[in-house]
């Protein structure tokens, strides 16, 4: 049953995040036959938005029921053996779970991180993989537990440059910052549909590069049916093949929302991220908000933000009672701020409310705030 009262507050969390009505009404349309005509049209049309937004003319788009978990897993599966080597270069809590991922399926595994709040440079990885044999480099795009947007490009020449495959996550990413997956020679992309592209959960999305797709040919069998790239290859060069039924309605939603995009403009989307961050950060700034990632690596597509004095995460469900929802935050930065999402078809005026509601909780839990302060900032 729906909680109406939940429904009615502004979604700030990293995801998923707040959906627009055309997009939810794209969902309520007739279900029709999963491999009909029409359906193939709808998987290509998606499929079209994803390849512009991962900047692939090259690369073969998959997209199947799951989350942005499983398209990590399939990466990994798909490129990697069992005793092969993968190098994870990790940002935070979701680069890390390549590590156990990737133990599960046999691999041997190594992480490489700076501080909470930093990325891994190329310096770092150069180093790294000078003398190493790694099949694989995993690079997160935008740490969604640190708010830390990587230097995907660079990263991605010095793994290619030293004979490793490239991996990148993009699921905070994907729609809302520039990603040239085939200029930066990037083997895969993965993402989910919740985030910066703005559509409910429940679709993993992969680009897949041609070099990506021989790398899985010459594994030979692997340990998977439904994660295995090359048995849903049919359906998706020819969305009419059976392998797996689509999830038809979520299709839907996602055909929407690339038109979204592209109505937008890509370019023009990736500008109003990065005012839409601009602004979340200046109004929280004057509230006594500051940022936990550091400043060379900020991410538009979300902030992570250090409690003032005085605050806990008592504040959270305050928060969520002045009608705005925001995340804790893991691992590191765990009880030491809050976590918010500007990202997808998010607005100013949903920024500028979002600045507001906090205001509000902090003079309700008896901090002295000027008036509007933080939204003063922000506008």
């Known amino acids: 049953m729906l909680v109406l009262n939940e429904a009615d507050k502004l979604l700030m969390i990293p995801g998923p995040t707040p959906v627009q009505r055309e997009i939810l009404e794209a969902i309520g349309e007739p279900t029709i036959s999963h491999t009909s005509a029409p359906m193939a049209d709808i998987v290509r049309r998606a499929q079209e938005g994803i390849a512009l937004a991962a900047g692939t003319e090259e690369g073969t788009i998959f997209i199947f029921s799951g989350s942005g978990t499983l398209a990590q897993e399939v990466a990994v599966l798909n490129l990697v053996a069992p005793g092969e080597s993968l190098l994870v270069a990790s940002n935070g809590f979701f680069g890390d779970r ?66 490793a495959l490239v991996i990148v996550d993009a699921v905070c990413g994907l729609g809302g910052v520039p990603l040239e997956m085939d200029a930066a020679g990037i083997d895969v992309v993965l993402s989910g549909a919740q985030k910066a592209l703005g559509v409910p959960p429940g679709l993993s999305i992969l680009a897949v590069s041609p070099r990506a797709l021989e790398r899985r040919r010459e594994l030979g069998r692997v340990a998977a049916y439904y994660a295995d790239l090359l048995n849903w290859l049919p359906s998706m060069e020819n969305p009419q093949t059976y392998f797996s039924t689509h999830a038809v309605n979520l299709f839907y939603a996602l055909a929407a929302g690339v038109e979204i995009l592209r109505e937008e403009g890509l370019e023009n989307r990736f500008v109003r991220h990065r005012e839409l961050g601009a602004t979340f950060r200046a109004g929280m700034d004057r509230l006594g908000f500051v940022s936990l990632t550091d400043p060379d690596c900020l991410s538009p597509t979300m902030s992570v933000l250090a409690y003032p004095d005085g605050l806990d995460d008592s504040f959270l469900p305050a928060l969520s009672e002045n009608g705005v929802v925001a995340a804790a935050c893991l691992g590191e930065f765990k009880g030491r701020g809050m976590r918010f999402g500007h990202m997808g078809n998010s607005t100013q005026a949903e920024v500028l409310q979002a600045v507001e509601a906090v205001e509000r909780t902090m003079r309700g839990q008896g901090l002295t705030v000027p008036s509007a302060v933080g939204a003063g900032a922000a506008e």
């Open 98 to 163: 390549f590590v156990p991922l990737a133990e599960a399926l046999g691999m041997r595994v190594e992480r490489l991180a700076g501080p909470w709040g930093t990325s891994v440079t190329p310096e770092m990885l150069e180093e790294r993989l000078d003398g190493g044999d790694f099949r694989a480099v995993t690079i997160t795009q935008v740490e969604t537990s640190t708010g830390v947007l990587a230097p995907v490009r660079e990263l991605a020449e010095v793994a290619r440059r030293h004979g």
